[in-house]
């Protein structure tokens, strides 16, 4: 699909500005604002439309008005408590120091409690195929600055625009600690979520024996699947489902130390 950017309703010079630079970055067309609604936007471009608004980059997807845009989510309560206590920490076996790759990004609320429980001497990297999504993210994890606790922790996340197969594919054997991978559900969600916006736009592949190859591959000690409970992901690929009574979404792990033996 193609993407215009423009500014807010009631463009600044700033934001004038801002949106020219994500029109050069991004290679895509700056569409004059003009005092349109997003819906009148999108009827002229026919495209989703990014907006360069003051404080934050808006992405609204063809046909929707509800904005996507970079917040901590989760990760903001996550990181209130005892991080090796988090179910994805514990699940994947993550410590201080470890490589992790974060094969879909999306709200990166994964990714920043990965990369806080990490620290310094960590590294996350996060890989999101759909270029818009991955442009709010980046920029989001590189200037969101009201939780400053987890700052650094936003800012120390690589953020790569590739398709996760082929990511993974240009890494050695056992250059990370953990691949985590969580493909947007194929279940119908009746709540609504952050996500909600982003069903129709973001990249709904799911897990193929080529991905789960690359990812056992690379990792040295896990790699993590999260999944609708009725998914049959787990047991296809062989991971070990650790079971999470009450909720719809379940870890599976495949413990690549013992996989290599
Ligand atoms: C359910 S969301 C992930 C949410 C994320 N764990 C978080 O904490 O916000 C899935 C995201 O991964 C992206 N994605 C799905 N499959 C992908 C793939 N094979 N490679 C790269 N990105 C992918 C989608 O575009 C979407 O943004």
Known sequence: MK????????PTEATEKKAQ???????????????RSVEKMHEAWAA?????????????PLGKTEPFFFHPNSSAFR?????????????SGLQAGDVFVDCTLGMASDA????????????????????AIAYVIGQGLATYDKMPHLTA???RIQVVNEEAVDYLASLPDNSVDVVYMDPMFTEEILEASNFTPLRAAAHTGQPSAQWIEQAVRTARKSVVLKAHYKSSDFEEFGFKRRLRPNTKFHYG????????E
């Open 79 to 91: 990181t209130k408590r005892p991080l090796e206590k988090d179910p994805l920490i514990e699940v």
């Open 48 to 60: 989703d439309v990014l907006v360069a608004a003051k404080e934050r980059l808006e992405f609204y």
């Open 153 to 155: 922790a936003m800012k």
């Open 253 to 260: 792990v495949i413990d690549c130390r013992k996989e290599k």
């Open 112 to 131: 920043i409690v990965a990369s806080q429980h990490v620290g310094p001497d960590g590294r996350v990297i996060g890989c999101e195929s759909h270029r």
């Open 21 to 35: 630079q994500i029109s050069i970055d991004l290679s895509i067309s700056f569409a004059e604002r003009n005092k």
């Open 3 to 10: 993407t215009v950017v423009t500014t807010a309703y009631r």
